[in-house]
């Protein structure tokens, strides 16, 4: 059964990031899986306690995934740390013994707390931040929790990785699950936890009972719908159980990376569907919305940071937000377990690894790669004399980015595509004045800025 950790670590790997990961999961065991119920140990106290809270979900959907079927997760302290505490007197760390042993909250008979028992207690819409890149999606979440199913159905969430999808679902399904007037059902899953539920059901023989449950529902939250690319089978159930939900006005909420006619091997008809209703963006924060996150993460977790350090998380780490919550995280451990203040020199040293990587921008050359595949185009023709309109309009992209993103001059640019500095000045202004005109070409150069960030994240 370690294969299933095993597994389970890489997918963890890729939400956490590796540092996230080896701070935070690299030191916990895994004892066994028995009965439903993983048992994994953790090393302290201090270290159960900060898993449990913000990881044991994560950790709980990986698992399952990988076992193909629902697990519980159970967290043990290992035998030489019981009680000794590197937690004691970390406020926001607290121990709540019966929330480790995590045994699902019954459904039928909910405390009314406002809180969907079964989901992160920190992603409502009380925590989370509006900015300009992601009022739209906001405002659209908030409708469809004051309004299910009257407005805006389905709503579909697009974005890049870690900008709040998942947060603004969870937070829609609080609302709903907190102000149903009647006992509503609630149910909020992964894309790919409905495609694992489909195969069990098939393979049991119980489809009878897989489409009972899921269209009777009051309203789906399905998170991260990219995943159904290509998965016929799924994409089949989940169209006849949209139909059936649709059809009876239950809201539908739909996240995804991409917007509908960008996820591959999606079918037409479900493409349709997911283009029938409303589609919001959620865009990178600027500087001003990544100070006021961390500055509410920072208050929510207790921390006192000093506004220089606030602001160096902040424009250090611009492309997701958690990354950002990442170097939190990383201050908040390392500042308890040194029991030291957070100033500026120590935040330096204590996210040098983490922000190192984010000061590495993408050169000329990245930026010449990318824009020329996301035009399909060959690189050379990028560089080439030729001046067909639709290859100039691509050049005059890559050039803009190049001044935007790199600390290039214009003759320096000029230079990297063969041609003089007047030109790129022409090629940046065009394209400036066309953003700010046009919103769908916003998006699409947005959307190669966020190719580059993801790109040179992973590379570095
Ligand atoms: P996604 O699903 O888009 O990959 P998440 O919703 O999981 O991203 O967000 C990643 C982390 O960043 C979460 O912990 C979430 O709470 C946080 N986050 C993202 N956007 C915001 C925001 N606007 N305000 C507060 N927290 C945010
Ligand atoms: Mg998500």
Redesign the pocket.
């Known amino acids: 059964m370690n294969g299933v950790w095993q597994k389970a670590g890489d997918r963890i790997r890729d939400a956490l990031g590796q540092t996230g990961y080896e701070t935070w999961i690299g030191p916990l065991t895994f004892v066994g899986l028995q009965d439903k119920t993983a048992t994994i140990e953790a090393p302290n106290r201090f270290f159960r306690d900060w898993v449990n809270d913000r990881y044991l979900d994560l950790i709980r959907q990986t698992i399952s995934a990988e076992a193909g079927e629902p697990v519980e997760i159970k967290l043990t302290l290992g035998n030489d740390s019981n009680g000794n505490g590197n937690g004691h007197g970390n406020d926001h760390a607290k121990t709540s013994g019966n929330r480790v042993a995590a045994t699902p909250a019954p459904l039928a008979e909910p405390e009314c707390r406002g809180f969907h028992p079964h989901l992160s207690q920190?992603?409502t819409f009380a925590?989370?931040?509006?900015?300009s890149s992601?009022q739209f999606a906001h405002a659209a979440a908030l409708a469809v929790a004051n309004q299910p199913g009257e407005k805006y159905n389905p709503l579909f969430i697009y974005?890049?990785?870690?900008?709040?999808?998942?947060?603004?679902a969870t937070a829609i399904s609080h609302h709903l699950w907190a102000t149903g007037s009647r006992a509503r059902k609630i149910l909020f899953m992964s894309a790919e936890a409905f495609m694992n539920e489909l195969i069990s059901s098939l393979r049991r023989d119980r489809m009878g009972e897989f489409k009972e449950k899921f269209r009777r529902v009051d309203a789906l939250i399905l998170?991260d719908v990219q995943f159904l690319a290509g998965r016929e089978r799924t994409q089949e159930e989940f169209f006849h159980t949209f139909n059936s939900l649709h059809s009876e006005r239950h809201q539908i909420v739909l996240?995804s990376d991409k917007v509908p006619r960008d996820i591959p091997g999606l079918e037409e008809r479900l493409r349709n569907r997911f283009e029938s209703g409303l589609i919001a963006d959620?865009a990178p924060?600027d500087l001003e919305?990544r100070v006021a996150?961390v500055q509410?993460?920072a208050a929510l977790e207790n921390l006192s940071l000093p506004p220089e350090v606030t602001l160096y998380v902040a424009q250090n780490v611009s492309s997701n937000?958690?990354e950002?919550?990442g170097c939190l995280t990383r201050l908040a451990a390392l500042a308890s377990i040194s029991k030291s203040a957070i100033t500026p020199e120590f935040a330096l040293q204590a996210l040098r690894d983490l922000i190192r990587t984010h000061e590495i921008k993408p050169d000329v050359e990245a930026i010449q790669k990318t824009v020329s595949d996301f035009f399909h185009i060959r690189l050379a023709e990028l560089k080439s004399k030729r001046r067909p309109q639709h290859i100039a309009f691509c050049r005059q992209v890559a050039m803009y980015l190049c001044r935007k993103l790199t600390d290039s001059s214009f003759p320096a640019i000029g230079t990297a595509f063969g041609r003089d500095h007047s030109t790129v000045i022409h090629a940046c202004n065009l394209i400036a004045r066309r953003i700010s005109n046009d919103s769908a070409f916003r998006f699409s150069i947005e959307k190669v800025e966020r190719e580059l960030k993801a790109t040179h994240a992973s590379a570095a």
């Open positions: 920190r992603h925590e989370f931040v509006v900015g992601n974005g890049g990785v870690g900008l709040g999808k998942t947060h603004l998170d996240t959620i924060p919305t996150i509410k993460k937000v958690r950002l919550e």
